[in-house]
């Protein structure tokens, strides 16, 4: 039996869920909002996936981004995405040495293992591409040569929303990229009067709690997380459900099925399980495929269809346990 078979046990996920309830706590005393967001970040860094934050300026997305890479220990880089980015901005390119007449990589900021990336639908698709293969495969190619990127590696971006004046609607090949899609709202009063006594008077600093090899060590326990087969064909049954839906041109994709799967895992482990539960599969079906439809021209300008289809999704299909041969 290979590594990659071996079920994590309940010894390693007290542990694991200790060090990320860790990282939970230091992050909140940064962030002060509803635990969702923060959640469905914990879900895409267990899951080796990448998140997009949608909101209108000012609701704390890029607090909330630099907290968490802050306390994760890791290297983080900041791109702020503007009309006039170039692709070689992102990725980096080669330099000419005067004195010796040689050419040498200076490395773009996406070399680091989170990368900031604000505002990104403020670039044109250009530039945004320029994160497409880094994303997928960890790795970027500069005129010709591969480079392999750190590992972890996290792409944390924000966009505000589509219809605000500069900004561009990030291509469906770009946005099937990302693991979950976060959308953040205005505060509750409750929590906008915490947050104006927090930063009153100095804004809070937040320190390191976990380092790049204990990211990967919760990575590979989360990888380990027990998932039934039956509960494989109910996240194919929810994904195929979107391909057919009459206001969805474009369904989610195997990817998204891939992505769904690899979610609840992660959610388990937030729970302290070793295995997947089907409530585990719902709980991330909305931020891992909502935002990766693609709407008929009748239904893209209704703000809550994209929703809409994934509840109807998980009301329709229902989860059956298979019968076991004893």
Same mark, same amino acid.
């Given at each position: 039996? +290979?590594?990659?078979? &071996?079920?994590?046990?309940?010894?390693?996920?007290?542990? #694991?869920? =200790?060090?990320?309830?860790?990282?939970?706590? =230091?992050?909140? /005393?940064?962030?002060?909002?509803?635990?969702?967001?923060?959640?469905?970040?914990?879900?895409?860094?267990?899951?080796?996936?990448?998140?997009?934050? =949608?909101?209108?300026?000012?609701?704390?997305?890029?607090?909330?981004?630099?907290?968490?890479?802050?306390?994760?220990?890791?290297? #983080? /880089?900041?791109?702020?995405?503007?009309?006039?980015?170039?692709?070689?901005?992102?990725?980096?390119?080669?330099?000419?040495?005067?004195?010796?007449?040689?050419?040498?990589?200076?490395?773009?900021?996406?070399?680091?293992?989170?990368?900031?990336?604000?505002?990104?639908?403020?670039?044109?698709?250009?530039?945004?591409?320029?994160?497409?293969?880094?994303?997928?495969?960890?790795?970027? +190619?500069?005129?010709?040569?591969?480079?392999?990127?750190? /590992?972890?590696?996290?792409?944390?971006?924000?966009? *505000?929303?589509?219809?605000?004046?500069?900004?561009?609607?990030?291509?469906?090949?770009?946005?099937?990229?990302?693991?979950?899609?976060?959308?953040?709202?205005?505060?509750?009063?409750?929590?906008?009067?915490?947050?104006?006594?927090?930063?009153?008077?100095?804004?809070?600093?937040?320190?390191?709690?976990? *380092?790049?090899?204990?990211?990967?060590?919760?990575?590979?326990?989360?990888?380990?997380?027990?998932?039934?087969?039956?509960?494989?064909?109910?996240?194919?049954?929810?994904?195929?459900?979107?391909?057919?839906?009459?206001? &969805?041109?474009?369904?989610?994709?195997?990817?998204? +099925?891939?992505?769904?799967?690899?979610?609840?895992?992660?959610?388990?482990?937030?729970?302290?399980?070793?295995?997947?539960?089907?409530?585990?599969?719902?709980? &991330?079906?909305?931020?891992?495929?909502?935002?990766?439809?693609?709407?008929?021209?009748?239904? =893209?300008?209704?703000?809550?269809?994209?929703?809409?289809?994934?509840?109807?999704?998980?009301?329709?299909?229902?989860?059956?346990?298979?019968?076991?041969?004893?």
């Amino acid at each position: 039996m +290979t590594a990659a078979n &071996v079920v994590a046990t309940t010894n390693e996920i007290a542990p #694991a869920k =200790e060090r990320i309830e860790e990282l939970r706590r =230091e992050v909140a /005393r940064a962030y002060i909002g509803t635990s969702r967001s923060l959640d469905a970040m914990l879900v895409a860094l267990l899951a080796k996936g990448h998140v997009l934050l =949608e909101g209108v300026p000012g609701v704390a997305k890029t607090t909330l981004v630099k907290a968490f890479a802050t306390a994760l220990g890791c290297s #983080a /880089r900041r791109i702020q995405f503007t009309p006039d980015l170039l692709p070689a901005d992102i990725t980096g390119t080669y330099v000419l040495s005067p004195k010796d007449g040689t050419f040498t990589l200076r490395a773009g900021p996406v070399f680091a293992n989170v990368v900031l990336a604000d505002e990104i639908n403020r670039a044109p698709a250009k530039t945004q591409s320029a994160l497409l293969e880094a994303m997928q495969e960890g790795q970027v +190619t500069i005129e010709g040569d591969r480079f392999e990127l750190p /590992r972890p590696f996290l792409v944390l971006a924000t966009q *505000n929303p589509i219809d605000l004046e500069g900004t561009y609607p990030l291509p469906e090949a770009q946005i099937d990229r990302f693991l979950v899609r976060v959308a953040m709202g205005y505060p509750q009063p409750r929590e906008e009067s915490q947050m104006v006594r927090t930063y009153g008077v100095d804004a809070p600093t937040v320190h390191s709690v976990l *380092n790049p090899e204990d990211v990967s060590a919760l990575q590979a326990t989360c990888a380990r997380i027990h998932v039934e087969d039956d509960l494989f064909d109910y996240a194919v049954g929810i994904t195929g459900f979107t391909r057919t839906h009459p206001r &969805v041109a474009l369904g989610a994709s195997p990817r998204a +099925t891939l992505g769904l799967v690899q979610a609840s895992k992660a959610y388990a482990l937030l729970n302290g399980r070793a295995f997947v539960t089907p409530d585990d599969v719902r709980a &991330v079906a909305p931020n891992v495929l909502a935002h990766r439809l693609v709407l008929t021209a009748d239904a =893209e300008h209704e703000p809550k269809m994209r929703q809409h289809v994934i509840d109807e999704a998980l009301s329709k299909v229902g989860y059956r346990r298979g019968v076991r041969a004893v």
